[in-house]
Every structure is written in C-alpha cells, then in structure tokens.
Nanobody, 121 residues
Framework: QVQLVESGGGLVQPGGSLSLSCAAS????????LGWYRQAPGKQRELVAS???????NYADSVKGRFTISKDNAKNTGYLQMNSLKPEDTAVYYC???????????????WGQGTLVTVSS
C-alpha cells in the first residue's frame, strides 16, 4: 500500500535546529500538498504548517518565524525545517500528504508514521 516515510526526529537542545522529511515513492504516489502536524503527550494534535500544490504556505502562530515548510517536487519529498527550537516543541510530528496514486491518478491523503522530536537540555 502507499507509504509515507518520515525521518529526521531526535533529541536537540533548546535553540537548536532539526529538519524533518516526508517521502513517497514516485512510482506509487505523487505528493501534491503537504501538512505537518504534531501531538504532544496529553494534548490535541495540531496543524503546524501546510503547503499547497502551488507552493502557498501557512504556519501556526506558535512556530512562525522559526519553522519552514517546503517540498521538492523532483524528489517527491516534503520537509519541515525547525529552528530556534523550544521545549514546548517537543511532540511526535506527523506529515500528511495529499496527492494521487501513480497508477490510477486517484486522489489520496496519506499519513506518515510519525517521528519524535524532543527538545531538552
């Protein structure tokens, strides 16, 4: 089935940076739009950033000026660059991609498996 593979999570000190990626095989699924969500323990999952197929971006107020969402269409991969990280950024981060199945061109939304980001001294 369609797989969206996330990578890049880990432990980082406050003020540090981390970059997450979200990729799919172009032979199976073509990513058109992307959203990054996060869920901290005991809290609701929230939308952190999104990018449309045309490249328009939106950010949660809590990450504006610190996070950057992007996608590389040639690599069929989305990214979340996180700078000036704070302890409150600690969460499991999930990507959600909208696109089409390569064989049928049918629209799908697919979730990544999640990657843990821990910001701590």
């Amino acid at each position: 089935q369609v797989q969206l593979v996330e990578s890049g999570g880990g432990l980082v000190q406050p003020g540090g940076s981390l970059s997450l990626s979200c990729a799919a095989s172009p032979f199976i699924f073509t990513i058109n739009a992307l959203g990054w969500y996060r869920q901290a323990p005991g809290k609701q999952r929230e939308l952190v950033a999104s990018i449309t197929s045309g490249g328009s971006t939106n950010y949660a107020d809590s990450v504006k000026g610190r996070f950057t969402i992007s996608k590389d269409n040639a690599k069929n991969t989305g990214y979340l660059q996180m700078n000036s990280l704070k302890p409150e950024d600690t969460a499991v981060y999930y990507c959600n991609a909208g696109g089409v199945r390569s064989t049928s061109s049918r629209y799908l939304e697919v979730w990544g498996q999640g990657t843990l980001v821990t910001v701590s001294s």
